[in-house]
């Protein structure tokens, strides 16, 4: 018999986290890299010798979908969902799903203001401005970066107890 925890193995609940991880970080990712490909390509129409200044702008929200797919490949590594005979307590996989919750939905949100963060720092750099832009999309990164470390540390916890 299976240990069930509301209807759900262990194993189920951890693969659901992974899952809201990766696809919120992806999903945000791709909505704040639309934001600021919006503002650099007006740029470049203007002037595509500022390429190389633009495309971190652009790229930078992409960082939040990968912080979300690593937390994904761990949670399938530390609890053994590869192996596929996942002994996975029902409580211990709904607190890997509920670990996964930080870096999911914070870069989820994250990702959306750093486009839009990006965009504006776009700005800068069409106004041929020797501050660095860069600076203000990274503030945004941190806190893309401090949700990943409360998940890790989250589920080194979870997997240290089993």
């Known amino acids: 018999m299976k240990d069930l925890w ?17 696809i919120l970080g992806g999903i945000g990712s791709a909505w704040g890299i639309t934001i600021a490909s919006a503002t650099v390509s007006g740029v470049l129409s203007e002037d595509d010798t500022k390429f190389g200044k633009l495309l971190p702008l652009a790229a930078m929200p ?16 530390f609890f ?17 799903f ?27 750099v069409a106004a041929d401005k020797q501050a660095p832009a860069l600076i203000f999309p990274a503030l945004v990164e941190t806190y893309a970066v401090l949700s990943l470390i409360v998940t890790i540390l989250m589920l080194l916890g979870i997997r240290a107890s089993l």
């Open 6 to 22: 509301w209807g759900m193995a262990g194993a189920d609940w951890a693969l659901m986290g992974a899952g809201v991880a990766a």
């Open 80 to 96: 053994g969902i590869f192996g596929g005979d996942v002994s996975l307590p029902g409580v211990s996989g709904f607190k890997v």
């Open 62 to 77: 992409g960082t939040q979908g990968i912080y979300g797919f690593i937390a994904a490949v761990l949670v399938l590594i």
């Open 98 to 124: 509920l670990a996964c919750q930080p870096v999911g939905w914070l870069c989820f949100i994250s990702a959306y203001y750093q486009g839009k963060t990006g965009a504006s720092a776009a700005g800068i």
